[in-house]
């Protein structure tokens, strides 16, 4: 192996302490405890277990958490009310729709109603239009490529002047990793499934952003040497030597490309866990600019 790996289970538990930190030194001054809203529509079991698992970490980091669940059926204006409460309730502090929700509702109403000071996901139009604009600030970015910017940055790997290649498009990963590689002077390059010679691509970055969800599609030949390679991907693959009959592999495949890469995340184990130690960094921060 050449590839160093990137230990994303340790950034974000450092990651997860200092926000426990600071929201205890909040606490001890008699201010309000950062509390997260997640609202979570229909009955997936895969959502249903990410939201659970983001109201533990409130709990472990001394955070606040509701959870509002909604029917498979819900009607557009059931979750629009749903979303005005949580603007108006002052006790909350960060609002969060799991998504996908169910098709019939109109995902985008929902998000751009968001109150843009409580949009810790980063989903809202404003939140992600201010991203993608020079000068402009957004008050906070989606998590998973937040998450992902944070590695990279946290090991040392240089960005600016980087080529850099984000595999998807997605609103949630792609789009905003793009944005945020751009921001910090990248040379970026986002493919999709219409794209040509994506091996030839891939093999020109310095930085591979892969968020497919094709289970490990990212060949070891496909890889510059010494680059940093963060796999998004989360995908189940049946394993009879696992108790639980699978095991979770990324969208690159890892055994290949850390023979060639400079920096690798393992999967699981990599960016998996800072998608929710950036959601509690969010959730403080939207505590913090709502007392001002
Ligand atoms: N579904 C998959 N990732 C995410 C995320 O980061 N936020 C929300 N709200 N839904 C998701």
């Not at 055994?255 to 866990?273: F, L, N």
């Amino acid at each position: 192996m050449t590839a160093q790996l990137i230990d994303g289970k340790a950034i974000a538990q450092k990651l997860r302490m200092e926000v426990a930190d600071a929201v205890m030194k909040r606490t001890a001054l008699g201010k309000m405890q950062p509390t997260l809203a997640t609202v979570l529509i229909g009955d997936r079991p895969d959502s249903a277990a990410y939201v659970a698992s983001k109201q533990k970490a409130c709990a472990d980091l001394g955070m606040g958490s509701v959870n509002h669940t909604l029917p498979a059926d819900a009607n557009q204006s059931q979750v629009e009310d749903l979303v005005k409460k949580l603007n108006d309730d002052r006790r909350v502090s960060g609002i969060l729709v799991q998504l996908p929700m169910p098709a019939h509702l109109d995902e985008e109403r929902v998000l751009s109603l968001i109150s843009i000071e409580k949009d810790v996901d980063g989903f809202s139009p404003l939140n992600i239009g201010r991203l993608a604009q020079k000068g402009r600030e957004p008050l906070f970015v989606p998590c998973t490529p937040f998450g992902c910017i944070y590695l990279l940055e946290q090991v040392g790997v240089k960005l600016e002047g980087a080529n850099a290649v984000v595999l998807g498009r997605s609103n949630i990963v792609g789009m905003p990793a793009a944005l945020l590689l751009i921001g910090r002077n990248a040379t970026v390059t986002v493919c999709h499934s219409r794209t040509r010679d994506l091996p030839d691509v891939v093999r020109n970055a310095d930085i591979v952003i892969a968020a497919i969800g094709r289970t490990e599609m990212v060949r070891g030949s496909w890889i510059k040497p010494g680059a940093a390679v963060i796999d998004v991907g989360i995908n189940q693959v049946v394993d009879s030597t696992r108790k639980s009959g699978h095991r979770l592999v990324g969208d690159v495949c890892f055994d290949e490309a850390k023979e060639v890469a400079g920096w690798i995340t393992p999967v699981p184990g990599g960016v998996g866990p800072m998608t929710i130690a950036m959601l509690m960094k969010n959730t403080l921060h939207a505590a913090e600019i709502q007392e001002t």
